[in-house]
C-alpha cells in the first residue's frame, strides 16, 4: 500500500450524542435514528455510534433501528468485553472499533493499549472478522500501538487526533506540530503494514485540514462537533461544510 493525497476521504458521522441531548430529559426526543437518516442524505459515508458498557448515550435499541434506518456501513464503537463482541456478532455491523472505556472519562480519553495485550485481542478479534466484520482499532499515533495493531488481526487503525486538537486550541504551534508529525509518522507506518489509516476525536471545522491532507488517512470519523454545531446551523449544513473543508485540504 502507498498512500496518496487522491486517495477518496471518507466522512463518518457519530450521532451519539443525540442520544446524549435525548437522555437528558428522558423520553424519545431527539431520535439517533432519524440523525442517521439527515446525515447520510447530507452526503455522510458512514454511521459510527459507540455503544458503552453503561449505555450513557446510545442504546441497545438505537444500534437496531439505526442499522434499520440507513443504507450506509455502521461503524460500531465499543469496548473489547465479552458482552460486547456477542452484541456485534448478532448485529453484524460492517465494522467494529474497540476503544479504550472507563466509567469515569467524559469521552474516550487515549488511545487502546494493544501493545502488551496481543494475546487477548487477537483472540478477541477473530470471531468478529470471522462473522464479516472489518475491525478496527482506536490508538494513539505510536510506533509500537500500529505495529501490535497488525500483530493482532486488526484491518484498520483509527489514530487518536485529540492531543493534536487540544494543541490547536491552546494555541500552542509547538506542540501542535510535534503532534501532526507523530500522526503522519503513525500513518505512514499504519498503511506500510497494510492497515488502513482511519482518524478522530476531536477534530472540528478548524482544525481538520491538516489531519485531511495526512496521505494515508482515508476517513475521518467526527460527531460531537458535527452534533453541536448542527444546533446553531443544521446537520445538513454542518456536515456539508465539513465534507467541503476535508476536500479542501485533500486537494
Known amino acids: 500500500m502507498n498512500g496518496r493525497t487522491d486517495q477518496p476521504l471518507r466522512l463518518g458521522v457519530n450521532i451519539d450524542h443525540v442520544a446524549t441531548l435525548r437522555n437528558a430529559r428522558g423520553g424519545s426526543d431527539p431520535d439517533p435514528a432519524r440523525a442517521a437518516r439527515l446525515a447520510q442524505q447530507a452526503g455522510a459515508d458512514g454511521i459510527t455510534l459507540h455503544l458503552r458498557e453503561d449505555r450513557r448515550h446510545i442504546l441497545d435499541a438505537d444500534l437496531s433501528a439505526v442499522i434499520d434506518a440507513v443504507t450506509l456501513p455502521i461503524n460500531l464503537e465499543m469496548a473489547a468485553t465479552q458482552e460486547m463482541q456477542r452484541i456485534a456478532l448478532s448485529h453484524r455491523p460492517h465494522a467494529v472499533c474497540l476503544v479504550p472505556e472507563r466509567r469515569e472519562e467524559r469521552t474516550t480519553e487515549g488511545g487502546l493499549e494493544v501493545a502488551g495485550d496481543d494475546n487477548r485481542l487477537r483472540e478477541y478479534i477473530t470471531p468478529l472478522r470471522d462473522a464479516g466484520a472489518r475491525v478496527s482499532l482506536f490508538i494513539a499515533p505510536d510506533e509500537a500501538q500500529v505495529e501490535a495493531a497488525a500483530r493482532v488481526g486488526a ?27 507523530r500522526l503522519f509518522a503513525a500513518a505512514a507506518l499504519a498503511d506500510a503494514l497494510g492497515l488502513e489509516v482511519h482518524a478522530g476525536h476531536g477534530l472540528n471545522f478548524d482544525n481538520v485540514g491538516p489531519i485531511a491532507a495526512i496521505p ?6 467526527i460527531g460531537h462537533f458535527l452534533i453541536g454545531e448542527a444546533v ?11 465534507r467541503r473543508k476535508m476536500l479542501l485540504a485533500r486537494m
Request: glycine share 6%; proline share 0%.
Open 155 to 181: 484491518q484498520v487503525v483509527e489514530l487518536h487526533v485529540g492531543a493534536y486538537a487540544e494543541h490547536c486550541a491552546a494555541g500552542d504551534d509547538a506542540a501542535r506540530n510535534a503532534e501532526l508529525r
Open 216 to 221: 494515508e488517512v482515508v476517513e475521518l470519523n
Open 232 to 242: 446553531f446551523i443544521g446537520l445538513d449544513a454542518a456536515i456539508r461544510e465539513m
